[in-house]
């Protein structure tokens, strides 16, 4: 599994977004493998839709996409915290990391150097 972040699905569902392109060619180049994102990740997605009245038509490009909702756990408010102070990322990219381990993610996709580089730290 694949686990994205916020910048590449906003940047899927947004023709206009500056990094639009290179989303695509991401998510095309990993189209064999089954993607995930944690359910704040997708909350957080869904924000800019909901503004324009356009929950529907992004919820269906995520499920068409086939991004898994990863869910957090009953343990997640200790182990967010732990990934917070270990590696000084704000919640929602440690609800990435969080989503990225209990999923046994193959790789983060991201186009935020610091949870990459985050991610690698702790593999």
């Known amino acids: ?3 994205l972040d916020a910048s ?3 940047a899927h569902l947004d023709g206009r977004d500056a990094l639009h ?3 695509e060619a991401e ?13 704040i990740t997708l ?8 503004r324009r009245d356009r929950l529907s038509v992004a919820a269906t490009a995520i499920e068409t996409l086939g991004v898994a909702e ?13 990934l917070r102070a270990q590696t000084g990322l704000k919640l929602p990219d440690c609800c ?4 990225a381990q209990d999923a046994a993610a193959r790789s983060i996709l991201s186009f935020d150097e610091r949870l990459i580089a985050a ?5």
């Open 8 to 10: 590449v699905l906003i």
């Open 27 to 39: 998510l095309q180049a990993a189209a064999g493998e089954p993607f995930g994102s944690s359910t």
């Open 1 to 3: 599994m694949i686990v």
């Open 119 to 123: 991610a690698e730290h702790l593999a």
């Open 70 to 82: 990863i869910p957090l756990g009953a343990d997640a408010p200790a182990r967010l915290a732990r």
């Open 43 to 50: 909350a957080e997605v869904l924000v800019g839709p909901v």
């Open 21 to 23: 392109a290179r989303a």
């Open 96 to 99: 990435v990391l969080l989503a």
